[in-house]
């Protein structure tokens, strides 16, 4: 309860929020709150009053690990008023906002509905005015609904959004929750976690500066993977500075490393791991330097000193000592510096630490490596001096590097339409390297908002900033989920990716939530839509393209049955109107819908993606799913079937000895032949159906060439002939119908043209 003292070790969970009395060397890891990679160092000191969470450093907050070090606390939050609870109340009370493709096929669902219900009401009364018995003329008016709803749709919806599911889990996006599937492909604006989502989570040596001459490991030959490195004996005192700086960083080291065939297994602080990785990079066995350089008294690493030292003896006797830090604090111990060529020179300060800043305004972690010969043993290794008289070795820049594949997956997002921005919990000027490094901003001074300036802004100055800025650190779970909220406010589709509990208030009110499947928390999976199985923001690409690909086909097949179902609809009131027989009755209108739309439209879900998925810009939140322009075809397509079925079933009539069984019979199969070659036009909404290849999706042959079949035999088995009413048709009319039922595909593919011509010109 609050006002109770709390002792914190290395290893413990701090069990509520705690101020703290006293600390020794404590390091607390507060990534669940804040999502940065290195364990914070904290003092019993006072700080501002506005500082942002990840600079209280006098607070330990419940539910975060103490890395190192030890303090005692006084209790001054428990449960709902902790920080952690404050995030548990923002995810309970934040809103569930409703999926793009949910709104869409909304909308479209009132439009389909009202149009039927007007256009049936008013055929049943044409059919009275012009003499039809009300009950024929409510069985035509069910039937032309039914064959004019597309009731398939739902089926095929789900259906595709299941196929999408299945596609992005074979990319390491597990899907949750099934609209997410389309709305990734809808998404404007990516909010992505640094941390663990564009880079690795791990720190990671990367440059070193040796003697004025500054040297990238990357570019410099040395291979990423520790596995691949040729193994080679631990360097003596008379090695080169990199080696001796690699040294350094070994000895003065308390963390472990194990070498598998799996990979590297490292334990300790991420800082010194990384060093002991470097070395692996570079050949050398951190154990086994070690072993050959034997210790004879170390100076552990204290807050307060800001420096580890190791003393030790080689093998012919000689004593050494090695030194890790800070480095101005390693430079008060220096008396020169290691030349990039051979031996040393005087030491430049001044310009170690002008290289020093250099390398921390690129977001790097900085410390520097020294080594010294001693004259002797220690007098008491129980009490090591103070190291002095060290030739500094190198400075190391230190970071958590980006994920192999990261820039390229940005860039085509951007390729997309889709802008990424970074929110963290991190330094502004580790954000913005990484963000220059990943390419999410252009320029090295790049305007990047803290979590202070958030505080001093309203909500309409922040839905300004989110336009302009896409860089935000050092922000809080508030602060996150208000950048959400801004953005949205500005029509942005937004995606949010996250791996801590400071993150679940913002991937639950975000349009989707996409969390680390690995390295998250459970809280954050429960908020999110999409897991990553991976933790890598390649995958979040892959999967933008799959709900592309969802949505063009969700949009495929509600064209398709809107366009024919108009096609089936409209002849009834025109066939009365020129006062005709009835062209169709009840049961062939039904059986027209059956076999037409019966496993047809469920085959155009599996409609593989088309080339430029990804090059076409995000779909608007108000974008309908049919748009004016595939409404335009629909009409066109209605028309052109509509026009050939009246003109094949006026012919037939007309024909000697024809009746009228066999009249209807023809434009029924009219029309089951028009709508099977428009299923072919459907696949694309640009490219046309002769440069599709037919084998792509072989789903789809076999339900078109089934419901054929099906439809031939009605006509000439004696059960459905019966049930029908049709008889069975000549060869003749087979071929003047097959003839026209071929316009649907001509007036299709000259709308696509003048459209691709269009698309071209703008």
Do not use: C
């Given at each position: 309860v609050p006002g109770d003292v709390v002792l914190l070790e290395s290893g413990v969970r701090v069990p509520a929020d705690v101020r703290l009395v006293s600390a020794t060397s404590l390091e607390v890891d507060e990534s669940l709150l804040t999502g940065e990679s290195v364990p914070v160092a904290k003092t019993a000191s006072a700080v501002e009053p506005e500082a942002g969470l990840g600079d209280r450093t006098g607070m330990a907050y419940s539910g975060t690990v103490v890395a190192r070090g030890r303090a005692v606390g006084v209790v001054v939050a428990t449960g709902d008023h902790t920080e952690l609870g404050r995030i548990a109340e923002q995810i309970r009370t934040a809103e569930t906002v409703e999926s793009p493709l949910q709104e869409r096929m909304r909308r479209f669902a009132h439009i389909i509905g009202a149009v039927i219900v007007v256009s049936a009401g008013l055929t049943f009364a044409l059919g009275l005015a012009l003499g039809e018995s009300v009950a024929d003329m409510l069985l035509v008016a069910a039937a032309l609904a039914v064959a004019a709803i597309p009731e398939g749709l739902p089926v095929v919806l789900t259906?595709?959004?299941?196929?999408?599911?299945?596609?992005?889990?074979?990319?390491?996006?597990?899907?949750?929750?099934?609209?997410?599937?389309?709305?990734?492909?809808?998404?404007?604006?990516?909010?992505?976690?640094?941390?663990?989502?564009?880079?690795?989570?791990?720190?990671?040596?990367?440059?070193?500066?040796?003697?004025?001459?500054?040297?990238?490991?990357?570019?410099?030959?040395v291979p990423r993977d520790p596995l691949g490195a040729a193994r080679r004996d631990p360097p003596g005192p008379e090695a080169g500075p990199r080696e001796l700086a690699l040294l350094a960083g070994v000895l003065a080291n308390e963390a472990a490393v194990r070498v598998t065939e799996e990979g590297v297994d490292a334990t300790g602080d991420p800082t010194e791991t990384a060093f002991l990785v470097a070395a692996l990079r570079h050949g050398l066995d951190p154990e086994a330097c070690r072993s050959t350089w034997a210790e004879v008294a170390s100076i552990p690493f204290e807050s307060e000193h800001r420096y580890a030292a190791s003393y030790r003896a080689w093998r012919d006797g000689s004593h050494h000592v090695f030194v890790k830090g800070a480095p101005e604090q390693v430079l008060d111990m220096c008396a020169a510096m290691a030349s990039d060529a051979a031996g040393t020179a005087p030491l430049d300060r001044q310009a170690v630490l002008d290289a020093a800043h250099e390398l921390a305004q690129q977001g790097l972690r900085v410390l520097a490596t020294a080594h010294g010969a001693l004259d002797g043993p220690l007098e008491d290794p129980q009490r090591p001096p103070e190291p002095e008289g060290l030739v500094l070795t190198a400075l190391v820049g230190l970071l958590d590097p980006p994920r192999p594949g990261v820039r390229e997956a940005i860039a085509g997002c951007r390729r997309a339409g889709q802008r990424v921005i970074m929110i963290t919990g991190d330094h502004a000027a580790t954000a913005r390297a990484i963000a220059r490094d990943l390419g999410i901003v252009e320029d090295d001074d790049a305007p990047v908002l803290t979590g202070a300036d958030l505080e001093a802004m309203d909500d309409r100055a922040l839905r300004e900033q989110v336009e302009a800025v896409s860089v935000f650190a050092r922000v809080s779970p508030e602060h996150k989920l208000r950048i959400v909220q801004a953005a949205q406010d500005r029509g942005h589709v937004v995606a949010v990716t996250g791996d801590g509990v400071n993150d679940a208030p913002a991937l639950k009110r975000a349009d989707i939530g996409v969390a680390m499947g690995r390295a998250g928390t459970d809280v954050a999976r429960e908020a999110a839509e999409?897991?990553?199985?991976?933790?890598?923001?390649?995958?979040?690409?892959?999967?933008?393209?799959?709900?592309?690909?969802?949505?063009?086909?969700?949009?495929?097949?509600?064209?398709?049955?809107?366009?024919?179902?108009?096609?089936?609809?409209?002849?009834?009131?025109?066939?009365?109107?020129?006062?005709?027989?009835?062209?169709?009755?009840?049961?062939?209108?039904?059986?027209?819908?059956?076999?037409?739309?019966?496993?047809?439209?469920?085959?155009?879900?599996?409609?593989?993606?088309?080339?430029?998925?990804?090059?076409?810009?995000?779909?608007?939140?108000?974008?309908?799913?049919?748009?004016?322009?595939?409404?335009?075809?629909?009409?066109?397509?209605?028309?052109?079937?509509?026009?050939?079925?009246?003109?094949?079933?006026?012919?037939?009539?007309?024909?000697?000895?024809?009746?009228?069984?066999?009249?209807?019979?023809?434009?029924?199969?009219?029309?089951?032949?028009?709508?099977?070659?428009?299923?072919?036009?459907?696949?694309s909404e640009l490219r046309s159906v002769f440069r599709l290849s037919p084998f792509s999706n072989r789903f789809l042959i076999g339900a078109q060439l089934g419901a054929l079949g099906v439809h031939v035999a009605a006509l000439y088995l004696a059960p459905t002939q019966f049930v029908l009413r049709v008889e069975p048709i000549s060869l003749e009319a087979w071929v003047r119908l097959t003839l026209v039922s071929l316009t649907v595909l001509v007036a299709v593919e000259l709308d696509k043209a003048v459209r691709r011509r269009l698309a071209r010109r703008r």
């Open positions: 259906v595709a959004l299941a196929l999408g599911v299945r596609r992005m889990a074979r990319r390491n996006a597990i899907v949750r929750r099934l609209p997410a599937v389309e709305t990734l492909g809808s998404t404007t604006l990516i909010g992505s976690d640094k941390t663990g989502t564009l880079t690795e989570n791990r720190m990671s040596v990367v440059q070193l500066w040796i003697g004025g001459a500054p040297i990238d490991l990357d570019s410099d030959g999409i897991v990553l199985a991976d933790d890598n923001f390649v995958s979040i690409h892959a999967a933008v393209e799959e709900g592309r690909i969802t949505f063009d086909n969700v949009r495929k097949v509600t064209f398709f049955l809107v366009s024919t179902g108009f096609g089936t609809f409209v002849i009834i009131p025109i066939a009365m109107a020129l006062g005709w027989p009835l062209i169709l009755i009840p049961a062939q209108l039904l059986w027209a819908n059956l076999v037409t739309k019966g496993l047809q439209d469920l085959a155009l879900a599996f409609e593989p993606g088309e080339p430029d998925v990804l090059d076409r810009p995000p779909r608007g939140r108000r974008e309908p799913v049919i748009t004016p322009a595939l409404w335009w075809r629909t009409l066109l397509t209605g028309a052109v079937m509509a026009a050939g079925t009246l003109y094949m079933f006026d012919w037939a009539r007309t024909q000697p000895a024809t009746s009228i069984e066999e009249a209807r019979a023809v434009a029924l199969t009219t029309l089951v032949v028009f709508q099977a070659l428009h299923l072919g036009s459907s696949r």
